[in-house]
């Protein structure tokens, strides 16, 4: 069965600490990871990772890809109360089926206090 | 860039009740969109793929005939929840990609609240 297992599954740090979200898989016909951010409606696009290796960057955050470990993580330093939210991680595949679709994990609850 | 709309936003409705969803790409051409269901807690499941002009995938589990999805264009994509019972109160989100690649970055909306009394 294909899945995506997120941890911790909540995490409360200080304003400023910097946090690390990891996330693992197993899917059949990985071909890419994607990080989300949800705060009180739908999730909003961070990063696609489809590479090992390759770190990208936007701002404070960052996220890299391991596929011989299947995982991932995503990085925020200096973090700031804003940075609260649900973290997702996505992985897209081909199904058994042939179908293309995205396997969520069960989200990181972040939170950050002032 | 790359926005995508629900309407409504939430909605209460009695059993029994039929209640349709929309989603719409407004800035680009969604050849494929899928919908999802939240439940409190808990992380989004994917319920349907969505062609257009085809009929939809729906994932295991998921009755078709209770969720009708239309994609008649492609901008625009409905989820009827048909007889809508309190179990089906969720949190219903769409999300739209440009080629149909599951790959490709999915956009999503900002979810319909369903209430069911």
């Known amino acids: 069965e294909d899945k995506v297992v997120q941890s911790p599954l909540s995490l409360v740090v200080h304003e400023g600490d910097t946090v690390t979200l990891n996330c693992s898989y197993e899917v059949t016909n990985f071909r890419s990871l994607l990080w989300y951010k949800q705060e009180k409606k739908a999730p909003t696009f961070l990063f696609m990772l489809t590479s090992s290796g390759i770190e990208k960057k936007s701002g404070r955050l960052s996220s890299i890809l391991d596929k011989k470990e299947l995982s991932s993580i995503l990085n925020i330093t200096a973090t700031q109360t804003g940075d609260s939210a649900i973290y997702l991680c996505a992985v897209g595949h081909i199904s058994i089926q042939g179908a293309q679709k995205l396997v969520f994990g069960q989200g990181t609850r972040l939170t950050i206090n002032p | 860039g790359a926005v995508v709309s629900q309407h409504p936003s939430w909605v209460i409705c009695k059993s029994g009740t039929s209640v349709k969803i929309e989603c719409r790409s407004l800035?680009?051409?969604?050849?494929?969109m899928f919908w999802y269901r939240q439940f409190p807690k808990q992380s989004l499941m994917l319920m349907a793929t969505?062609?257009?002009?085809?009929?939809?995938?729906?994932e295991q589990g998921v009755e078709k005939d209770k969720f009708l999805i239309n994609h008649a264009s492609l901008t625009l994509s409905t989820l009827t929840v048909t007889s809508a019972h309190p179990e089906d109160s969720s949190f219903y989100i769409c999300?739209?990609?440009?080629?149909?690649?599951?790959?490709?970055?999915?956009?999503f909306g900002p979810g319909t609240r369903l209430t069911v009394l």
């Open positions: 999300s739209a990609s440009s080629s149909g690649h599951s790959t490709d970055t999915q956009y």
């Open positions: 800035d680009f051409q969604a050849t494929t």
């Open positions: 969505s062609n257009e002009g085809s009929k939809a995938t729906y």
